[in-house]
Protein backbone atom coordinates (compact mmCIF):
# COMPACT_ATOMS: atom_id res chain seq x y z
CA UNK A 1 0.00 0.00 0.00
CA UNK A 2 3.00 1.97 0.83
CA UNK A 3 4.56 1.38 -2.36
CA UNK A 4 1.08 2.40 -4.60
CA UNK A 5 0.64 5.55 -2.71
CA UNK A 6 3.99 6.54 -3.53
CA UNK A 7 3.61 5.98 -6.75
CA UNK A 8 -0.03 7.47 -7.05
CA UNK A 9 1.28 10.76 -5.17
CA UNK A 10 3.78 11.24 -8.29
CA UNK A 11 1.24 10.76 -10.68
CA UNK A 12 -0.95 12.85 -9.14
CA UNK A 13 2.17 15.23 -8.96
CA UNK A 14 2.98 14.95 -12.87
CA UNK A 15 -0.90 15.49 -13.46
CA UNK A 16 -0.70 19.06 -11.54
CA UNK A 17 2.25 19.63 -12.75
CA UNK A 18 1.08 19.41 -16.60
CA UNK A 19 -2.10 21.22 -15.66
CA UNK A 20 -0.64 23.87 -14.23
CA UNK A 21 1.93 24.16 -17.25
CA UNK A 22 -0.85 23.84 -19.64
CA UNK A 23 -3.36 26.37 -18.07
CA UNK A 24 -0.80 28.93 -16.61
CA UNK A 25 -2.50 30.92 -14.38
CA UNK A 26 -4.90 28.24 -12.15
CA UNK A 27 -6.13 28.23 -8.58
CA UNK A 28 -6.20 24.72 -6.83
CA UNK A 29 -10.13 24.99 -7.42
CA UNK A 30 -9.86 24.51 -11.40
CA UNK A 31 -7.37 22.36 -11.12
CA UNK A 32 -8.81 19.83 -8.91
CA UNK A 33 -12.01 19.93 -11.20
CA UNK A 34 -9.70 19.47 -14.68
CA UNK A 35 -7.63 16.50 -13.07
CA UNK A 36 -10.17 14.74 -11.04
CA UNK A 37 -7.96 14.74 -8.02
CA UNK A 38 -9.39 15.98 -5.02
CA UNK A 39 -8.53 19.67 -3.35
CA UNK A 40 -7.14 18.42 -0.56
CA UNK A 41 -4.49 16.10 -2.50
CA UNK A 42 -4.39 19.10 -4.96
CA UNK A 43 -3.73 21.84 -2.17
CA UNK A 44 -1.00 19.46 -0.45
CA UNK A 45 0.91 18.53 -3.61
CA UNK A 46 0.88 22.57 -4.91
CA UNK A 47 2.00 23.53 -1.67
CA UNK A 48 5.17 21.52 -2.50
CA UNK A 49 5.78 22.65 -5.26
CA UNK A 50 5.75 25.86 -4.06
CA UNK A 51 8.41 25.08 -1.74
CA UNK A 52 10.29 23.50 -4.67
CA UNK A 53 9.76 26.58 -6.48
CA UNK A 54 8.27 24.78 -9.30
CA UNK A 55 5.08 27.05 -8.60
CA UNK A 56 4.86 30.38 -8.05
CA UNK A 57 2.02 32.58 -6.65
CA UNK A 58 1.21 34.87 -9.34
CA UNK A 59 -1.53 37.16 -8.16
CA UNK A 60 -5.72 36.13 -7.22
CA UNK A 61 -8.31 35.72 -9.65
CA UNK A 62 -11.77 36.84 -9.80
CA UNK A 63 -13.96 36.02 -6.94
CA UNK A 64 -16.87 34.05 -7.23
CA UNK A 65 -18.66 35.17 -4.03
CA UNK A 66 -15.95 33.96 -0.98
CA UNK A 67 -12.35 35.02 -0.84
CA UNK A 68 -10.64 36.02 -4.08
CA UNK A 69 -8.96 32.15 -5.20
CA UNK A 70 -4.73 32.60 -5.21
CA UNK A 71 -3.52 31.29 -8.99
CA UNK A 72 -0.46 29.87 -9.81
CA UNK A 73 2.50 29.20 -12.65
CA UNK A 74 4.50 27.05 -13.68
CA UNK A 75 7.99 28.40 -12.89
CA UNK A 76 9.32 28.42 -16.25
CA UNK A 77 12.93 29.60 -15.09
CA UNK A 78 12.89 26.90 -12.30
CA UNK A 79 15.79 24.92 -14.70
CA UNK A 80 17.22 24.86 -18.22
CA UNK A 81 17.86 22.56 -21.01
CA UNK A 82 21.08 22.87 -23.57
CA UNK A 83 20.59 21.70 -26.87
CA UNK A 84 24.08 21.08 -28.87
CA UNK A 85 23.32 20.15 -32.32
CA UNK A 86 27.03 19.11 -34.23
CA UNK A 87 26.21 19.98 -38.52
CA UNK A 88 27.83 20.71 -40.82
CA UNK A 89 31.26 22.08 -39.00
CA UNK A 90 28.41 24.10 -36.97
CA UNK A 91 28.27 23.59 -33.30
CA UNK A 92 24.63 25.22 -32.49
CA UNK A 93 24.04 25.88 -28.63
CA UNK A 94 20.24 26.61 -27.64
CA UNK A 95 19.14 27.15 -23.68
CA UNK A 96 16.16 26.17 -23.78
CA UNK A 97 13.92 27.02 -20.79
CA UNK A 98 10.53 24.65 -19.23
CA UNK A 99 8.24 26.41 -22.02
CA UNK A 100 10.34 25.33 -24.50
CA UNK A 101 11.31 28.79 -25.44
CA UNK A 102 14.81 29.25 -26.95
CA UNK A 103 16.19 31.88 -24.31
CA UNK A 104 19.92 32.52 -26.08
CA UNK A 105 21.89 30.69 -28.68
CA UNK A 106 25.03 30.53 -29.78
CA UNK A 107 26.64 29.10 -33.44
CA UNK A 108 30.23 28.18 -33.30
CA UNK A 109 32.59 27.29 -36.23
CA UNK A 110 33.91 23.77 -35.76
CA UNK A 111 37.52 23.11 -37.39
CA UNK A 112 38.73 19.66 -36.77
CA UNK A 113 37.16 16.50 -35.50
CA UNK A 114 38.85 16.53 -32.04
CA UNK A 115 36.82 14.95 -28.88
CA UNK A 116 38.87 17.03 -26.84
CA UNK A 117 38.24 19.82 -28.99
CA UNK A 118 34.85 19.08 -29.68
CA UNK A 119 33.44 19.08 -25.71
CA UNK A 120 35.87 21.90 -24.92
CA UNK A 121 33.38 24.01 -27.95
CA UNK A 122 30.58 22.33 -25.89
CA UNK A 123 31.32 23.11 -22.34
CA UNK A 124 33.16 26.78 -23.00
CA UNK A 125 30.27 27.80 -24.97
CA UNK A 126 27.68 26.56 -22.12
CA UNK A 127 29.65 28.60 -19.75
CA UNK A 128 29.07 31.65 -22.11
CA UNK A 129 25.79 31.37 -21.85
CA UNK A 130 25.30 30.67 -18.07
CA UNK A 131 27.37 33.87 -17.63
CA UNK A 132 25.11 35.95 -20.00
CA UNK A 133 22.02 34.62 -18.28
CA UNK A 134 23.56 35.48 -14.76
CA UNK A 135 22.26 31.87 -13.82
CA UNK A 136 24.17 28.90 -11.37
CA UNK A 137 25.43 25.72 -12.80
CA UNK A 138 23.08 24.08 -11.05
CA UNK A 139 19.99 25.60 -13.08
CA UNK A 140 21.20 23.54 -16.31
CA UNK A 141 19.13 20.35 -15.77
CA UNK A 142 20.38 18.25 -18.74
CA UNK A 143 22.92 18.76 -21.97
CA UNK A 144 21.37 17.04 -25.17
CA UNK A 145 23.78 16.42 -28.22
CA UNK A 146 22.70 16.12 -31.68
CA UNK A 147 24.54 14.16 -34.41
CA UNK A 148 24.39 12.34 -36.92
CA UNK A 149 24.47 8.77 -36.31
CA UNK A 150 22.47 6.20 -34.66
CA UNK A 151 22.17 4.13 -31.18
CA UNK A 152 24.10 0.62 -31.92
CA UNK A 153 22.06 -1.50 -29.89
CA UNK A 154 24.57 -4.38 -29.27
CA UNK A 155 26.90 -2.16 -27.38
CA UNK A 156 24.41 0.48 -26.41
CA UNK A 157 26.87 3.28 -27.65
CA UNK A 158 25.93 5.95 -29.91
CA UNK A 159 27.60 5.89 -33.41
CA UNK A 160 29.30 8.83 -34.56
CA UNK A 161 28.93 9.57 -38.83
CA UNK A 162 30.61 12.80 -39.08
CA UNK A 163 33.04 13.47 -35.87
CA UNK A 164 34.08 10.34 -35.36
CA UNK A 165 36.90 11.11 -33.13
CA UNK A 166 33.80 11.01 -30.12
CA UNK A 167 33.47 7.30 -30.95
CA UNK A 168 37.03 6.61 -29.01
CA UNK A 169 35.44 8.24 -25.60
CA UNK A 170 32.32 7.77 -23.65
CA UNK A 171 31.75 11.41 -24.66
CA UNK A 172 28.86 11.57 -21.89
CA UNK A 173 31.25 10.31 -18.93
CA UNK A 174 33.73 13.11 -20.56
CA UNK A 175 31.28 16.00 -20.19
CA UNK A 176 30.16 14.46 -17.00
CA UNK A 177 34.04 14.97 -15.80
CA UNK A 178 34.20 18.73 -16.47
CA UNK A 179 30.39 19.01 -15.48
CA UNK A 180 29.79 17.05 -12.52
CA UNK A 181 25.91 16.22 -11.67
CA UNK A 182 24.69 17.11 -15.11
CA UNK A 183 23.18 13.99 -17.10
CA UNK A 184 24.35 13.94 -20.82
CA UNK A 185 21.99 12.41 -23.20
CA UNK A 186 22.90 11.52 -27.34
CA UNK A 187 20.44 11.63 -30.10
CA UNK A 188 20.40 11.27 -33.74
CA UNK A 189 19.66 14.68 -35.88
CA UNK A 190 17.28 12.76 -38.17
CA UNK A 191 15.10 11.13 -35.58
CA UNK A 192 14.78 14.47 -33.63
CA UNK A 193 14.02 16.48 -37.48
CA UNK A 194 11.31 13.99 -37.47
CA UNK A 195 10.23 14.43 -33.89
CA UNK A 196 10.27 18.19 -34.67
CA UNK A 197 8.10 17.84 -37.69
CA UNK A 198 5.79 15.86 -36.09
CA UNK A 199 5.27 17.58 -33.17
CA UNK A 200 6.43 21.31 -33.65
CA UNK A 201 4.50 21.14 -37.39
CA UNK A 202 0.73 20.47 -38.34
CA UNK A 203 1.31 16.87 -38.53
CA UNK A 204 0.08 15.62 -35.36
CA UNK A 205 -3.23 15.01 -37.52
CA UNK A 206 -0.78 12.23 -39.02
CA UNK A 207 -0.61 9.16 -37.23
CA UNK A 208 2.57 7.77 -39.00
CA UNK A 209 5.31 10.00 -40.52
CA UNK A 210 8.58 9.40 -42.19
CA UNK A 211 10.83 11.61 -42.45
CA UNK A 212 13.71 11.26 -45.40
CA UNK A 213 17.25 13.25 -44.96
CA UNK A 214 19.23 13.49 -48.03
CA UNK A 215 22.48 15.74 -47.10
CA UNK A 216 25.79 16.05 -47.49
CA UNK A 217 26.46 12.33 -46.85
CA UNK A 218 24.40 9.46 -47.69
CA UNK A 219 24.05 6.59 -45.64
CA UNK A 220 21.70 4.06 -46.22
CA UNK A 221 21.34 2.88 -42.42
CA UNK A 222 19.48 6.58 -41.59
CA UNK A 223 18.43 7.99 -43.80
CA UNK A 224 15.13 8.09 -42.84
CA UNK A 225 13.24 8.18 -39.76
CA UNK A 226 9.22 6.89 -38.25
CA UNK A 227 7.08 8.46 -35.99
CA UNK A 228 4.25 6.41 -34.90
CA UNK A 229 1.99 8.73 -32.24
CA UNK A 230 4.83 10.69 -31.46
CA UNK A 231 6.96 7.71 -30.65
CA UNK A 232 10.23 6.80 -32.50
CA UNK A 233 10.39 3.49 -34.53
CA UNK A 234 13.46 1.28 -35.00
CA UNK A 235 12.86 -0.98 -37.79
CA UNK A 236 13.64 -4.48 -36.82
CA UNK A 237 16.82 -5.65 -39.11
CA UNK A 238 14.24 -7.98 -41.18
CA UNK A 239 12.37 -4.81 -42.22
CA UNK A 240 15.05 -2.80 -43.02
CA UNK A 241 16.47 -5.25 -45.38
CA UNK A 242 13.37 -5.99 -47.53
CA UNK A 243 13.62 -1.67 -48.09
CA UNK A 244 17.51 -2.03 -48.99
CA UNK A 245 17.09 -4.76 -51.35
CA UNK A 246 18.28 -4.23 -54.92
CA UNK A 247 18.41 -0.56 -53.68
CA UNK A 248 21.17 1.53 -55.66
CA UNK A 249 22.34 4.32 -53.24
CA UNK A 250 23.49 6.95 -55.26
CA UNK A 251 26.71 9.06 -54.17
CA UNK A 252 25.40 12.35 -52.93
CA UNK A 253 29.21 13.99 -53.14
CA UNK A 254 29.65 12.57 -57.26
CA UNK A 255 26.41 14.95 -57.97
CA UNK A 256 27.80 17.72 -56.02
CA UNK A 257 31.42 17.15 -57.40
CA UNK A 258 29.37 18.04 -60.60
CA UNK A 259 28.49 21.55 -59.48
CA UNK A 260 24.91 20.28 -58.30
CA UNK A 261 25.52 22.29 -54.51
CA UNK A 262 21.74 22.66 -54.76
CA UNK A 263 19.12 20.02 -56.35
CA UNK A 264 17.37 22.84 -58.21
CA UNK A 265 20.29 23.58 -60.38
CA UNK A 266 20.04 19.66 -61.29
CA UNK A 267 16.22 19.91 -62.14
CA UNK A 268 16.43 22.53 -64.06
CA UNK A 269 19.86 21.15 -66.30
CA UNK A 270 17.67 17.77 -66.47
CA UNK A 271 14.59 19.58 -67.70
CA UNK A 272 17.21 21.22 -70.08
CA UNK A 273 18.24 17.98 -71.34
CA UNK A 274 21.75 18.72 -70.64
CA UNK A 275 24.22 15.53 -70.92
CA UNK A 276 26.05 15.95 -67.59
CA UNK A 277 23.26 16.21 -65.60
CA UNK A 278 21.36 13.08 -66.94
CA UNK A 279 23.17 10.45 -64.92
CA UNK A 280 23.31 12.08 -61.75
CA UNK A 281 19.57 13.39 -61.72
CA UNK A 282 18.61 9.98 -62.67
CA UNK A 283 21.02 8.09 -60.32
CA UNK A 284 18.76 10.17 -57.76
CA UNK A 285 15.27 10.14 -58.29
CA UNK A 286 15.72 6.35 -59.04
CA UNK A 287 17.04 6.13 -55.68
CA UNK A 288 13.94 8.22 -53.93
CA UNK A 289 11.16 6.66 -55.89
CA UNK A 290 12.11 3.29 -55.16
CA UNK A 291 13.10 4.06 -51.43
CA UNK A 292 9.35 5.92 -51.25
CA UNK A 293 7.90 3.04 -53.22
CA UNK A 294 9.54 0.69 -50.54
CA UNK A 295 8.52 2.61 -47.28
CA UNK A 296 5.00 3.57 -49.00
CA UNK A 297 4.56 -0.43 -49.56
CA UNK A 298 5.93 -1.70 -45.98
CA UNK A 299 5.48 0.83 -43.61
CA UNK A 300 2.18 3.08 -44.99
CA UNK A 301 2.92 6.30 -43.72
CA UNK A 302 0.25 9.11 -43.54
CA UNK A 303 2.69 11.29 -44.55
CA UNK A 304 6.24 11.02 -45.91
CA UNK A 305 8.50 14.60 -45.22
CA UNK A 306 11.50 14.97 -47.85
CA UNK A 307 14.10 17.35 -46.08
CA UNK A 308 17.86 18.26 -47.08
CA UNK A 309 19.01 17.42 -50.31
CA UNK A 310 15.90 16.83 -51.47
CA UNK A 311 13.65 19.38 -50.33
CA UNK A 312 12.50 21.23 -53.24
CA UNK A 313 8.82 21.14 -54.57
CA UNK A 314 9.34 20.28 -58.03
CA UNK A 315 11.48 17.36 -57.39
CA UNK A 316 8.29 16.17 -54.91
CA UNK A 317 6.01 16.94 -57.84
CA UNK A 318 7.93 14.44 -59.90
CA UNK A 319 8.70 11.99 -57.29
CA UNK A 320 5.01 11.66 -56.96
CA UNK A 321 3.82 11.25 -60.41
CA UNK A 322 6.57 8.14 -60.72
CA UNK A 323 4.89 6.64 -57.80
CA UNK A 324 0.90 7.08 -59.32
CA UNK A 325 2.20 5.85 -62.10
CA UNK A 326 3.18 2.57 -60.81
CA UNK A 327 -0.70 2.62 -59.05
CA UNK A 328 0.72 4.07 -55.37
CA UNK A 329 -0.89 7.48 -54.25
CA UNK A 330 1.74 8.67 -51.55
CA UNK A 331 1.71 12.30 -49.25
CA UNK A 332 4.86 13.95 -49.91
CA UNK A 333 5.50 17.56 -48.32
CA UNK A 334 8.86 19.53 -47.74
CA UNK A 335 9.68 20.60 -44.38
CA UNK A 336 7.85 23.56 -42.75
CA UNK A 337 10.51 24.20 -40.17
CA UNK A 338 14.05 24.46 -41.84
CA UNK A 339 17.31 24.31 -40.15
CA UNK A 340 15.76 24.41 -36.32
CA UNK A 341 13.75 21.53 -36.64
CA UNK A 342 16.08 18.66 -34.88
CA UNK A 343 16.07 21.85 -31.99
CA UNK A 344 12.77 21.62 -31.98
CA UNK A 345 12.23 17.61 -31.77
CA UNK A 346 14.87 17.71 -29.23
CA UNK A 347 12.90 20.33 -27.28
CA UNK A 348 10.11 17.94 -26.90
CA UNK A 349 12.68 14.88 -25.70
CA UNK A 350 13.88 17.57 -22.77
CA UNK A 351 10.68 18.52 -21.62
CA UNK A 352 9.38 14.58 -21.51
CA UNK A 353 12.06 13.57 -19.90
CA UNK A 354 11.49 16.36 -17.14
CA UNK A 355 7.82 16.23 -16.80
CA UNK A 356 7.50 12.38 -16.95
CA UNK A 357 10.53 11.69 -14.54
CA UNK A 358 8.78 8.11 -14.04
CA UNK A 359 9.66 6.99 -17.29
CA UNK A 360 12.32 9.23 -18.58
CA UNK A 361 13.71 6.93 -21.50
CA UNK A 362 13.06 8.27 -24.85
CA UNK A 363 10.88 5.19 -26.51
CA UNK A 364 11.85 3.83 -29.68
CA UNK A 365 10.10 0.85 -30.39
CA UNK A 366 11.18 -2.35 -32.75
CA UNK A 367 8.25 -2.93 -35.18
CA UNK A 368 7.56 -4.54 -38.47
CA UNK A 369 4.61 -3.35 -40.23
Not at 39 to 59: A, Y
Request: net charge neutral; hydrophobic share 40%; glycine share 6%.
Amino acid sequence: MAFNSKVSKELNTELILKCIRANDEISKVDISKLTGISLPSVSTIVDELLSKQLVVKIGTGESTGGRKPVLYSYNKNYGYFVIASLENNLLKLRLINLYGEIILNDNIDIKCDNYEELTFLIISGLTRMVNIKGIFFDKILSIYIIAEGYQDYNSDKFIFNRYKSLNEINISDFINSKLPDIPVKILSNINMMALGEWYKSNNKKYKRLVLINIDRNLNDDICFSIVNDGNLINPSQGYLGKIRKNIIFPDIKAIKSHGYEEIGKLIREFNSNKQRALNPFLDLFNFITELVSNIQYFIDPDIIIFTGYIEHQAFIDMVKMRIKNEGIITNIQKSSLGDEMAIYGCMEIALSDFFEKHNNDLKIRNADF
